[in-house]
């Protein structure tokens, strides 16, 4: 299915006579315009050109005997998943967000619970077109002279360029998703079940830690039928489902966004989990976009902090999704027990990279397979601790036991230690060959000091 080819061509033309506006009225780095973001750190922004690419929002090409699909990098999940379900398939990554874009997922880090056995988003791309600082668009391959970008580009955040269209693997789909979720009592069972998991059939793995002594591991498989179907959109909680039920079937749609109604379970802070404030919202409003929207605003007014400081408490946020390989995963769960203290923690496996795909601005140990903990709250305190104190201790703890964290939200690092992590000597020689003059912000000025 072809829906837009040719206005995509039409569609760069356009661009390219845009941005050679802006590279005539000043020397200001250039900014990604949207509305919309899915990152979770304030930002210090200065004057900044910014380039508008809301047009690049269309599927192109759905190619269900090869498996890929040719996708425009603003494009929402959202709008890919509708069109290629209707084509009985689904990308092989598909993030847990409706508002995450494809080219957003490449530029940063995707995970879901196919990612034990397909890897990270930017492990199922397959090409890409990425709109170089200085104008140029080039087509990126793992085989072509392009190479170095295709695989420095996944967790750049922007620094090198923008995706604009993005072949992306698919695989094929059933009507229905079975789920049996079984429970664990202690952490060295949990994970060990956990890696058998992924080596069995099951298409979906993941975890959801609710104390010391309550950890659920879900997996998932296609289905052709379905004996009843629960409905996670509305009065229903996804995440409180797994403490009540062995078992359970959602259509396939379902099952992808079965984060999104709740915002996993964020959706709490805003008592969006109460039955009453459900209805007054109803479902078109129980979503990741409303949260974000009043995330954006508490962080502009201060709200939380506000009424903690009126108890006497301190506050940090901490939103932090980290990877840290298998075998060390009970030790870093025992330390957010200890020292950070926010539950539930999703917890989702990821595939074992492979020699041949390094990914240079991501390395994670190849051969070995790694869990990713997601925890997301505010962390209260009576003492008050230096900014970033939490923060910095999960950072010391991942860099500890050989693991590494995505640069989504907060970071603070120093120079040094983001250099050590991110291979910044690699980062650099990309810098240094597609953009040249400096027209984009380097990663650690965008990541950690939010410029």
């Known amino acids: 299915m072809v829906t837009d080819a040719s206005g995509y ?36 922004e200065g004057a900044k050109h910014k380039l508008d690419l809301s047009d690049f929002c269309h599927v192109l090409k759905i190619d269900t005997e090869q498996n890929w699909v040719d996708v425009e990098g603003l494009t929402t999940y959202e709008a890919l998943v509708a069109q290629t379900l209707k084509r009985g398939v689904m ?18 880090v995707g995970i879901e619970a196919t990612s034990h056995r397909w890897g990270l988003v930017h492990d199922t791309l397959l090409e890409l077109d990425v709109l170089l600082p200085g104008g140029d668009i080039v087509t990126c391959r793992p085989d072509n002279e392009y190479r170095d970008l295709f695989y420095g580009f996944p967790n750049s955040y922007g620094t090198l360029g923008y995706a604009l269209r993005l072949r992306v693997r698919t695989l094929p789909v059933k009507p229905f998703v079975k789920v049996e979720h079984v429970p664990h009592e202690d952490s060295v069972s949990f994970f060990r079940a956990l890696d058998a998991r992924c080596q069995g059939d099951a ?39 797994l403490l009540e039920r062995q078992v359970d079937y959602m259509r396939v749609q379902d099952y992808i966004w079965r984060w999104d109604t709740d ?11 109460n039955r009453l404030v459900r209805f007054l919202l109803g479902p078109s409003r129980l979503n990741s976009r409303t949260y974000t929207r009043i995330m954006r605003w508490n962080a502009r007014w201060g709200l939380t902090r506000r009424l903690a400081c009126l108890r006497g408490l301190h506050t940090e946020s901490v939103i932090q999704d980290v990877d840290i390989p298998v075998a060390q995963a009970p030790e870093f769960l025992a330390f957010l027990f200890r020292e950070i203290g926010i539950l539930p923690i999703w917890i989702c496996p990821v595939r074992a990279p492979l020699p041949q795909s390094p990914f240079t601005l991501f390395p994670l140990t190849a051969g070995t397979r790694h869990v990713n903990f997601g925890f997301w709250d505010v962390v209260l305190s009576r003492q008050a601790q230096e900014p970033g104190y939490f923060n910095r201790l999960v950072e010391r703890e991942v860099v500890r036991l050989g693991g590494i964290k995505s640069l989504y939200s907060e970071s603070y690092f120093t120079r040094e230690e983001f250099a050590s992590a991110y291979a ?8 240094a060959k597609y953009d040249p003059s400096g027209r984009m912000l380097g990663m650690y000025e965008k990541c950690v000091l939010k410029a």
């Open 424 to 431: 910044m000597q690699q980062y650099e020689a990309l810098k």
């Open 91 to 108: 990308p092989a990554v598909v993030p847990q967000l409706k508002t995450i874009t494809v080219g957003g997922a490449a530029a940063g």
């Open 263 to 273: 915002w996993f379970w964020c959706s709490k802070s805003v008592h969006a989990q």
């Open 9 to 44: 061509a039409a569609r760069q033309v356009a661009l390219a006579t845009r941005l050679r506006a802006l590279s005539a009225v000043g020397a200001a780095p250039l900014g990604l315009g949207k509305t919309s973001s899915n990152l979770f750190r304030d930002r210090n």
């Open 203 to 241: 298409d979906f793995v993941d975890g959801v830690v609710f104390g010391p002594k309550q950890q659920i591991l879900n997996a998932g498989c296609f289905v052709d039928s379905a004996p009843w179907l629960s409905d996670y959109t509305y009065q229903h909680v996804y995440y409180r489902s």
